[in-house]
């Protein structure tokens, strides 16, 4: 796999968990998260993102800023996690509608319920509307997927960061990864995101600091007995 769009690939469609998110009690199968991925890929298009274009999102570890990060990569764009930088799209939690008046040709989507204003894009309901047909964009390992604290990672980084998660700490398909830190520590992304995907197994977001059977944890306080730092995560890049 050399972008990470290829960790989207139609045929890792599966019914094999994906993501589980603890707090609101929602999963995803891999059918589900490759197929909404490509859907979410598919608004930021409406919303004008492409190849290059910027893409900021709350680093929320929900299914959304998940599936926006996903569904950009396979457009080319570039994410940043964090609402506040400028950027062609901008993805927050409804409640924060009212904090952002961005400029003439930058667009504002809301998830968790629908916005206030007429010129914000629901979420959710656009997702969910979408056709699911795969991106015809050409993305190249060398062009960058994250942006964060003023370094770029492209997808060739992000992706051999990953691998290296996966071969240290044996990584497969029957374990789970658990996500306790935010996903604006590019480590976060690499570790808790890329990496299950990567090996084929679980993304968990658990509620609060319950504990939870996972091979790995990314985070602080971890009670598992396999832990690794964001920080590490990406040391070597």
Known sequence: MDVIGDLMARDRRSDHLALRVDGPGRTYTYYDLVT???????????????????????PAALPEPILTFLGAAQLGA????????EARAVVVDVSREGEFDLPPGHKLAVYNGPPSS?????????????NPAVHPEVVEPDDVALVADDHEYTHGDALDAAKRVVSDYDLDADDTVAVRSSLARPGTVVAGILAPLLAGGTIRVPDGDDPVDAALSVGDSVPEPRSISPDDAVSSR
Request: glycine share 6%; charged share 25%; net charge positive.
């Open 118 to 130: 007429p010129a914000t894009t629901h979420w959710e309901k656009e997702v969910w509307s979408e």
């Open 78 to 85: 570039v994410t940043a996690f964090d609402p506040t930088v």
């Open 36 to 58: 909404t991925s490509y859907k979410a890929g598919n608004v930021l298009r409406y919303l004008g993102v492409r190849k290059g274009a910027r893409v900021a999102i709350e």
